[in-house]
Nanobody, 119 residues
Framework: QVQLVESGGGLVQPGGSLRLSCAAP????????MGWYRQAPGKQRELVVT???????NYADSVKGRFTASRDNAKNTVNLQMNDLKYEDTAVYYC?????????????WGQGTQVTVSS
């Protein structure tokens, strides 16, 4: 079972910043899209951002200009810098990796990390 190792998250005041990190095993290769999704209480899981191995990004409109994702292909890591956090950013954030290698396609999820924006 492939495990994604997430770190970061926590409690922050509105307008504050947090940084999330996620590491995938290097053995799965780098032909993939790494990203973050989030799920707020009572809501469906939604896309925050994905980053492909060629650095193409896809951000949710609600986070554009505030969140920045970056990845290191050599280490199979993806980071999410979250600035100017708002109450509505409160959610459990999940790392995701979708891709393909010689063993076939894969779609892995992290265990989730809580981000709470509160005064």
């Amino acid at each position: 079972q492939v495990q994604l190792v997430e770190s970061g998250g926590g409690l922050v005041q509105p307008g504050g910043s947090l940084r999330l990190s996620c590491a995938a095993p290097e053995s799965i290769g780098s032909l993939n899209a790494m990203g973050w999704y989030r799920q707020a209480p009572g809501k469906q899981r939604e896309l925050v951002v994905t980053v492909t191995n060629d650095a193409s990004t896809n951000y949710a409109d609600s986070v554009k200009g505030r969140f920045t994702a970056s990845r290191d292909n050599a280490k199979n890591t993806v980071n999410l810098q979250m600035n100017d956090l708002k109450y509505e950013d409160t959610a459990v954030y999940y790392c995701n990796v979708k891709g393909w290698n010689l063993k076939g396609s894969y779609d892995y999820w992290g265990q989730g990390t809580q981000v709470t924006v509160s005064s």
